[in-house]
């Protein structure tokens, strides 16, 4: 998901915002050749993500820099563990602590919200999967966030497959009439998925052939009888007022999907820092 090229140039971009023209602090309290020592610690328990980038970050500033990780992305850290040792020039190290600490408290925050949410779940088939309330210009690390964290993927982009929502069917003027314009001139490789408020409209939409249905803000008795009336027939997705507390009754409904946007948006930074 995350190519070196896309790393790479998402990294230089930050390092550019944050460093601007010199590291006025430090390339003045440092000397060439300086060279530092330090650890990447976990002050909290969760799951840690972001390898690739971190390294990243300081590998542009100098590649001689030396990193040694002791965990991978998806595991499991505890507070206190030692996630890697950095060593190499203080300069860089000191200038990029920042920038590389940002991505991975981010996208390890990301990881262990969805993480919480998918074990919340618990026995039933249900997968927790985001939204596109993404970070304009994140989306990509916030979506393998979720990835590492054990959730699944909804949309990358408006591309990736045609979602009918309430204000494209009043524009359309039915769902039908939105579902039958959409198949003149989508690709065969696109799936039709329709926000369904309503069991009716849940009928016209099994009546169009459409490939995905979402539930959306539903009752948890309205939500068992649209799957117990879909039967297969279309992939099942609930959405709305899904939280910690409520997910797991949502997936005891017998849905396929639960989208949510709290996993990204709502998500803390995991307690990480350079000692």
């Known amino acids: 998901m995350l190519n070196k090229f896309f790393i790479e140039e998402h990294v230089k971009n930050a390092l550019n915002e944050d460093i601007g023209f010199g590291d006025i602090t430090t390339d003045y309290l440092t000397n060439e050749g300086d060279i530092l020592s330090c650890s990447l610690n976990t002050r909290s328990d969760g799951i840690f993500c972001g390898r690739d980038v971190f390294e990243c970050v300081f590998k542009i500033l100098s590649p001689e820099i030396e990193i040694k990780f002791y965990f991978n992305d998806g595991d499991a850290i505890k507070k206190g563990n030692k996630i890697a040792d ?6 860089y190290i000191l200038m990029g602590e920042r920038t590389a600490l940002n991505y991975i408290q981010r996208m390890s925050g990301i990881a262990t919200e969805t993480n919480k949410y998918q074990k919340a779940i618990g026995e039933y088939k249900a997968k927790i999967v985001d939204t596109r309330k993404t970070t304009p210009g994140f989306r990509a690390f916030e979506k393998y966030s979720v990835k590492m964290g054990g959730g699944s993927l909804h949309r990358f982009n408006l591309s990736d497959c045609a979602m009918i929502k309430d204000n494209h069917i009043k524009y359309a003027g039915t769902l039908t009439k ?9 690709s065969h490789a696109h799936k039709i998925e329709v926000e369904c408020d309503n069991i ?10 459409v490939d995905i249905i979402m539930l959306d803000n539903m009752t948890l008795d309205e939500m068992r009888a649209c799957v117990k009336l879909i039967a297969g027939k279309a992939v099942v997705e609930a ?3 899904v939280n910690l507390s409520t997910v797991h009754e949502i997936a ?21 820092g350079l000692d």
């Open 252 to 272: 005891s409904t017998g849905v396929d999907i639960i989208s949510s946007s709290a996993i990204v948006a709502k998500a803390s930074t995991l307690d990480l």
């Open 200 to 209: 009716e409209q849940v009928k016209e939409a099994l009546d169009c052939g």
């Open 86 to 91: 950095i060593k190499g020039a203080a300069r």
């Open 239 to 241: 959405s709305g007022n």
């Open 178 to 186: 939105a579902v039958e314009k959409l198949k003149q001139h989508i």
